[in-house]
């Protein structure tokens, strides 16, 4: 088998050779690195393909939900645990489900698609670098940061918490960051009753409104007031929390740390409901989280939970891999 890589390819290794050194020396050790470096490609240009042209999604916007799914993956500093594995990476990993038309077409858009994102990629660079060799001086506040140098950024932020649930919900849905200081932030309004955030570490949320009221609790810590079941995507997974804490902010030998890939999240208004299920977060399926708290809720995958960090001075067993 071969891979042929593109000029898209080409970046994507380049990238993760030196952003994910680890990662990549271990790919290369299984042999498995032209393969999963080709899949990358592949999966970026095939959601590219279908953001733009299926859901008319405007270019740049597809292309911030995208470009750190598969290709350019943040650093191992950042991020040591990704939501899946490159080794394993295949066609079936996508943004969701929606089947992707004709292969035989596909060839020659995605070559055309990542064509379009390079030279996108270039332009912006490219302007950003303009403005810096102009000397402009950065704008200091207020208005004048969002319309000039905090657009993009803004942009960026809005393309983040978008990333957490189906463009579907998320392109009409209200985008609102949490600042460093826990005080929320709109970044725009939304139509559709839905609220996608990124919390303060950058971890992306689209909410429902039940789970609107029960994060006010939550961050508030006060009863959260959940009426209907509430549905929450977290696509992205997060960084890790505790399974017993709500408000740990670290892994402790005993508060059960654990780091989630790609998942929904269920309340309920009778937190007996959940009763039947699980709390064990390697069981196989969804668990409860929090369970016996105000905050308790179903935490359900949506792919295979990722390999967890080994936890300091505790006796959990070692996550089993595959
Ligand atoms: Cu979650």
């Given at each position: 088998m071969d891979f042929p890589l593109g000029s898209l390819g080409l970046q994507i290794k380049a990238h993760w050779k030196e952003h994910r050194p680890k990662m990549y020396a271990e790919l290369q050790r299984e042999g498995k690195l032209e393969e999963s470096v080709h899949a990358a490609q592949e999966l970026t240009g095939e959601t590219m393909y279908r953001l733009t042209v299926?859901?008319?999604?405007?270019h740049d916007q597809a292309w911030e939900l995208v470009r750190?799914?598969?290709?350019f993956l943040p650093s191992e500093e950042d991020?040591?645990?990704?939501?899946?594995?490159p080794a394993t990476?295949?066609?079936?990993?996508?943004?969701?489900?929606?089947p992707i038309p004709r292969r035989r077409t596909m060839r020659k858009t995605i070559a055309v698609v990542a064509g379009l994102l390079i030279m996108a990629g270039w332009t912006v660079a490219a302007q950003e670098k303009a403005q810096t060799d102009k000397g402009e001086p950065k704008a200091k506040s207020g208005h004048e940061t969002m319309a000039k140098g905090g657009e993009g950024s803004s942009a960026a932020k809005i393309a983040r918490a978008m990333s957490a649930a189906p463009p579907s919900i998320s392109k009409n849905a209200t985008i609102m960051e949490m600042t460093a200081d826990g005080q929320m932030k709109q970044l725009r309004a939304g139509t559709n009753g839905w609220l996608c955030m990124t919390e303060a570490d950058g971890t992306p949320m689209c909410l429902d409104k039940e789970w609107q009221s029960w994060a006010d609790g939550w961050i508030n810590k006060k009863d959260p007031q959940v009426k209907n079941i509430g549905l929450a995507y977290m696509l992205k997974g997060d960084k890790g929390a505790s399974n017993t804490d709500p408000y740990a902010t670290k892994s402790t030998p005993d508060n059960q740390w654990v780091v989630s890939g790609p998942h929904v999240m269920v309340i309920v208004?009778?937190?007996?409901?959940?009763?039947?299920?699980?709390?064990?977060?390697?069981?196989?399926g969804p668990w409860v989280m929090w369970k016996g708290t105000k905050y308790a809720h179903i935490m359900m995958p949506t792919a295979s939970m990722p390999k967890q960090?080994?936890?300091?001075?505790?006796a959990a067993k070692p996550a089993e891999k595959k």
């Open positions: 299926e859901e008319h999604l405007p750190e799914e598969w290709a991020r040591p645990y990704l939501p899946f594995d990476l295949s066609s079936c990993h996508r943004l969701d489900s929606t208004p009778d937190p007996a409901q959940l009763d039947a299920l699980p709390t064990d977060p390697q069981n196989g960090p080994a936890a300091k001075g505790s």
